[in-house]
């Protein structure tokens, strides 16, 4: 068996949630997620509500019902959050003996660091000093196992804040102390404790391998990651060399812009008839496309095809990702007619199979989702039978403004991981993989196709892409799309390197291999390239 652990640092409540019910419910695989949480109290099924002793709000805390076992527990910064999505064969009396096994881990993690610790008769959980005269919790146990397969799982205190525990009663057993690894003497971060949980977890249960992959993790750390250059630290660095530094990249070792490009990747411009009318129609109707914004290379091809991907909500974004070309300034208020526009614009075209994006409006309350909303409304209305593809943002993973995009049913919902799990800070530092993948998981719960997208080229390993392409499917993502990262500008994130096409096509035949109904992977694939013909293969029906 293989086990597919991840640290995946700081991640919300819900986007967490979403990520482990896709994972139990949509894939045989067996994950291993570890993370931490903002302040968040949690109730189980049997909770009494009136364990929590203060208004969650007023301590800059959440509240959230599960689905797990357990009363009240509290999840924050500094502790350890494990959640094992594995396929379980424990046979008779399953839960127990997989309970028993998950507190056998967590006993063995914190004997690797000095602290001592067991079980108390009668109390779920790990206690120090369980058999002495003041025990005192260090980890809590919930969790959920249905058809031989498990949920939820535990919550380690590493260097927690441990005044919330005053503000419930934990697991509801009143009177009884709780203390962290901190408290007992110990200094270590969750992620320290994190990389020698997932070697304990995974001999426990008898994995045969295991895949750990983290956020800012490099397989062989020199000085340079660890932000030494030179002899010292350079703090006249950019902040996207520092982060790129700490993911293990040396930002001297990229490509040059000078750099001339290898064949597979120089293209003609061809701006013929077809080309200049769509620019023309575009300019008229006051739309933007990501087309020219992000300045796609693909731009003579699709438009001389008739194609284009309408950009709505502006052409300013909230976000400044170190690969993207679409400018990054204070946005001016929605266009109210603009929905209208572009589904008149469709219609102009011909089109049969329509995609819409949008800039990051992290400066609006729903995130620019209404906006999305109405175009694909919009569109319908006034074009029946086409189809329509939505690249969406993240929006902070609000699932009132996810829920706003999901009902208007988009044919194909698109959110773009765009790189493995070491590069995401590097990358998308306003971003989360876990939000991300947890975006795509919702979609797909919601019944739409779903899509994302990788750039290679950035400082990922062969492996690592790997790695993403089976988080995406495991998720049940049917259509990907892979291709080269071409840096727009010096301020931009260099190009380690440019892939073969020999390469691109061995990662289809991986992706392929793993149950997506299409896969988009060349050189210049890109997250709206050849859509039409993806949504097809995963719709099965023309579009």
């Known amino acids: 068996m293989v086990l597919e652990a991840r640290w995946l640092g700081r991640v919300r409540y819900a986007d967490g949630y979403a990520l482990q019910h896709s994972l139990f419910s949509g894939s045989s695989s067996n994950y291993l997620l570890l993370l931490e949480h903002p302040h968040v109290f949690t109730l189980g099924v049997r909770a009494d509500r009136s364990n929590i002793l203060v208004d969650p709000t007023k301590v800059a805390a959440e509240q959230v019902d599960v689905d797990r076992g357990g009363d009240v527990t509290y999840h924050g910064p500094g502790q350890l959050v494990g959640y094992p999505i594995i396929n379980l064969e424990f046979g008779k009396d399953m839960t127990p003996r997989y309970v028993h096994t998950l507190e056998e881990a967590v006993i063995q993690t914190l004997l690797h660091f000095g602290i001592v610790a067991g079980r108390l ?280 403004s996810l829920e706003l995009v999901f009902a208007a049913r988009p044919e194909v919902l698109n959110h773009n991981v765009e790189t493995p799990l070491r590069l995401q800070r590097a990358v998308r530092p306003s971003a989360s993989y876990a939000r991300s993948l947890s975006v795509l998981a919702r979609a797909k719960a919601a019944g739409l196709t779903t899509k994302s997208g990788i750039m290679v080229g950035i400082g990922e390993e062969f492996d690592e892409l790997h790695d993403t392409l089976r988080d995406l499917r495991a998720v049940g993502v049917d259509i990907v799309t892979i291709g080269q990262y071409l840096r727009p500008t010096s301020n931009h994130l260099p190009i380690s390197r440019y892939y073969e096409p020999g390469e691109f096509g061995a990662l289809r035949t991986y992706a392929e291999g793993l149950g997506f109904s299409h896969v988009e992977s060349s050189p210049m694939a890109r997250s709206s390239y050849h859509a039409k013909a993806g949504a097809e293969s995963a719709l099965g029906m023309m579009v």
């Open 121 to 400: 008769e009668g109390y779920p959980g790990v206690w120090v000093d369980p058999s002495g005269r003041a025990p005192r919790k260090i980890a809590a146990i919930g969790v959920k196992v249905s058809r031989n397969r498990s949920m939820h799982g535990f919550a380690l205190n590493v260097a927690t804040q441990m005044e919330y525990f005053d503000y419930i009663v934990p697991c509801g057993l009143a009177g009884m102390a709780v203390t962290s690894m901190a408290e007992e003497g110990v200094v270590a971060t969750p992620k320290d404790v994190a990389a020698v949980f997932v070697e304990r977890f995974a001999a426990l249960f008898d994995f045969a391998e295991t895949r750990y992959v983290g956020l800012d993790q490099s397989a062989a750390l020199s000085d340079f990651s660890r932000g030494v250059v030179a002899g010292g630290v350079d703090a006249k660095l950019s902040s996207l060399n520092r982060r790129l530094m700490k993911a293990g990249v040396d930002p001297d070792s990229g490509l040059k812009l000078s750099q001339r490009k290898p064949e597979w990747l120089r293209l003609r411009a061809n701006m013929g008839e077809e080309y200049r009318e769509l620019k023309s129609m575009m300019r008229k109707m006051s739309l933007v496309t990501v087309c020219e914004e992000a300045g796609c290379p693909n731009i003579f091809e699709c438009w001389q095809q008739g194609t284009a991907t309408f950009m709505i909500n502006g052409a300013s974004c909230t976000r400044a990702c170190g690969f993207c070309l679409v400018d990054t300034n204070k946005p001016l208020p929605l266009d109210p007619l603009e929905p209208g526009r572009v589904a008149v614009a469709v219609k102009a075209m011909g089109l049969s199979f329509a995609v819409v994006t949008a800039v990051a409006r992290d400066d609006l309350e729903d995130g620019g989702a209404r906006g999305f909303a109405n175009t694909i409304d919009a569109i319908h209305q006034e074009n029946p039978g086409v189809g329509v593809e939505v690249l969406i943002p993240d929006f902070k993973g609000s699932a009132d």
